[in-house]
């Protein structure tokens, strides 16, 4: 399989932004809703190698009602490409892609095939294809974004255009359900002999990374889990870590808790006094999120190296 660059989604703001590029962090997507992130970016990262995605915040915009011109972002994205060459960057952009439906209405859109929900998402895949079709007539080569509920017809349209694209499972879906629809994706690209890069959106499961050929995927689960309490943690630390199983994801905050997180024993908060993170600093929201850069900088290491050999091949049942 290819190599995998792992993006970085969301950020800190002020003096601690800086401590993202000093623990490794090289890849980052931003969004044109929040335009500031990317200004941010170049200013913390000058000088550094990277590659940048710009995300037309689609999603952001959905949730809270209010659209986006095409036109201007048009002129932000060619913007930022001659600012990325000037900073050395490699500046990626997605298309700008349209959600079905009214936020807390994608669930049903997703599970309840009915004429009036599939029309609403053939409506909306019609007009993400034809921003498509309108940013590259303006000389960019968008991502474009395959959702999930969408037809297949769909994904054979955008690769006739586009050599990269975007796979998005619904957020509102369980995470068995979104898991079973990504590598449906893969299982019938592979049969139809469909070969683009592709990027996932809101991806960063490691089971899912080590065994589909994902081009790049981006997430903020590492700013989001911290800020729940909790922390992504190599089985064995970070002194022994054993990157080929699912990572701890340990409750180590006194104050917050998640369901679903893993508690905080003896024995592991020993191995994280070992690799430098004592209870009272596991406090502290920025320290929490600097252990999620720091397993996901070097699972991506790990990642490259494991994935050199592999090929994928789909469950032949799937075929």
Known sequence: MKPIKLYFSGGWKGKSAKEEVELGVRNKLVSYFYSEQLESWFEISKGIEGSVMIDSGAYSAWTRGVEIDLGKYIEYCQEMIHRGKQEGKEVLVVNLDVIPGKKGQTRSLSKIRSPANISVIEEAAEKGYQNLKKMIKAGLKPIHVFHQGEDWKWLHKMVELTDYIGISPANDLCVDARKKWIVSVFEYMYKHNIEVDTHGFGVWMPPILKSLPFTSCDAVSWRLLAAMGGINYPVGGFSNPDYSQIPHYLDVSARLSSKGLGKLTKEKLKMLEQDG???????????????????????????????????????????
Do not use: A, G, H, M
Request: proline residues 5%.
């Open 277 to 319: 993170y004592t209870y009272e600093d596991l406090q502290d929201w920025e320290t929490r999120c600097r252990v999620n850069i720091r397993y996901f900088v070097e699972f991506e290491k790990w990642l490259n190296e494991y994935r050199k050999d592999k090929t994928f091949r789909p469950r032949p049942s799937l075929l």
